[in-house]
């Protein structure tokens, strides 16, 4: 079953196409990769997803339905949630905080039942905060729960970000270079938790990264994009013997490691 569909997705930016016509279908259950050149169009592809950009023409389908005219916050109530290329955490707030963050589209209590502590608003707030605490565990953070973002590791600043996302309960993450800035022990760590996320969490999960060790041995389809233009998609195997693709890349008679 399709968890997402990108028809015909085309986006320009002061007359530059950024995104040329791209579509691609994201099965459930599955790990999608998103790899090209730097520049190739992919955040800008995530941005029309989440509902950071409205594009030129296309669609994006989420469970058959049009998130296209969708603004973020009603993106994420569909259960769509995101990280960004750029760590955007409050720095000033706890880990667990900046996790209950997350919960928003899930409280469901007025601004009058939140005002009274009326029964419903303290059970809800109950549940998010039993909810937070298995996120914290699940990533391995409940030893730093009360400390400030700003006092945090980048590799834990990382994972909060992460955490915040899943606090959405989403059916897709959309994970924009998790791997950034980590060293090959961290890289390795967050594969098997991307890993244990589909399988333990049964989240869809699509990602743009440059790490291709990263992406070949994570992901079950990668689809690849070049000035804006899909030019190629397949199996790790496939995209990592394709021709265009090791010359969008690397130039021609190179080939796109797997290690």
Do not use: W
């Not at 389908?61 to 296209?68: A, M, P, Q, S, V």
């Not at 600043?157 to 993450?173: D, I």
């Not at 869809?204 to 998609?233: P, Q, W, Y």
């Amino acid at each position: 079953m399709a968890r997402l569909q990108v028809e015909q997705l085309s986006i320009s930016f002061g007359g530059l196409k950024a995104v040329d016509n791209v579509s691609f279908t994201i099965e459930d259950g599955a790990i999608h990769g998103l790899i090209g050149p730097n520049g190739a169009g992919k955040t800008a592809i995530f941005n029309c997803i989440s509902g950071v950009y409205q594009p030129d023409r296309g669609r994006v389908l989420f469970d058959d339905h049009d998130l296209t005219p969708l603004q973020p916050h009603e993106v994420a109530q569909r259960g769509v949630a995101r990280t960004f290329q750029n760590i955007e955490l409050f720095q000033n707030m706890t880990a667990f905080e900046n996790v209950m963050v997350g919960r928003h589209v899930h409280m469901k209590s007025s601004l009058f039942a939140g005002a009274f502590a009326l029964p419903g608003v303290r059970n809800e707030e109950r549940q998010s905060r039993k909810r937070v605490l298995e996120i914290l565990d699940f990533l391995k953070l409940s030893d730093v729960q009360h400390h400030l973002a700003s006092s945090l590791s980048f590799g834990h600043q990382k994972m909060l970000e992460l955490g915040r996302a899943l606090a959405l309960e989403p059916k897709l993450l959309l994970l924009d270079e998790p791997a950034s800035g980590m060293n090959t022990q961290e890289t390795t760590a967050l594969r098997l938790l991307i890993d244990d996320i589909r399988t333990r969490l049964g989240v869809t999960v699509f990602l743009v990264e440059h790490d291709m060790g990263l992406v070949m041995k994570l992901c079950d389809r990668i689809s690849v994009i070049n000035f804006g233009v899909k030019i190629a998609e397949g199996t790790p195997q496939a995209i990592q013997n394709n021709p265009d693709v090791i010359e969008a890349y690397l130039g021609e008679g190179t080939s796109v490691a797997d290690d």
